[in-house]
Every structure is written in C-alpha cells, then in structure tokens.
C-alpha cells in the first residue's frame, strides 16, 4: 500500500475526532471480514486500509442529526399512558 500521510487524510475529513472514529469504526468492519476497498499487503493493518480508504474516497462520514422529540409531547404521552393503565386496573 502507498504510504499515508496525516495531513493529507485530514483534508478529506476536517476533523480529527471525525477521523479516528471513522477510521476506527472502518478498521473494526475489516477485522470482522469485510472487503477492502483498495488494494491490501500481508504487512497492512486494518487501521491502514481504513486510512487508505477514507485517502482514496472510497468511505465517507456525514453527521445525521435527528431532530428530538419535543418534550411536551413526550410528557403528555405518559400521562396518557398512566390513565390507560389505570382505567384497566378498574
């Protein structure tokens, strides 16, 4: 495998955090027997092949943000929660 170099992984993800989490999280796939998306040595670990690949495009990271349950709603579900509970205690 060519070498990698930090800074220039870095440019793909901004973020450094991003880029352990990504890269550990992909190492992790290929030591549980996923493909590799580019080409692999005997020598290579999987934290290099996760580098490689985030390197080459062939993984991305994005961050979803899913919007919360307004609290209001949530509240007024339990409490019709509670009184179906209690109407079939009766």
Not at 33 to 40: D, H, K, M
Request: glycine share 4%; charged share 40%.
């Amino acid at each position: 495998m060519k070498e990698i170099v930090l800074e220039e992984v870095l440019k793909k993800l901004d973020n450094r955090f991003m880029l352990s989490v990504v890269a550990a999280k992909r190492a992790r796939q290929l030591k549980d027997g996923a493909v590799p998306q580019v080409e692999r040595t005997e020598e290579d670990s999987d934290l290099l092949v996760a580098l490689g690949e985030i390197m080459d495009d062939k993984i991305r990271a994005e961050i979803v943000v899913e919007e919360p349950e307004p609290p209001a709603e949530t509240g007024l579900k339990i409490i019709e929660s509670i009184k179906k509970t209690k109407k079939k205690e009766k």
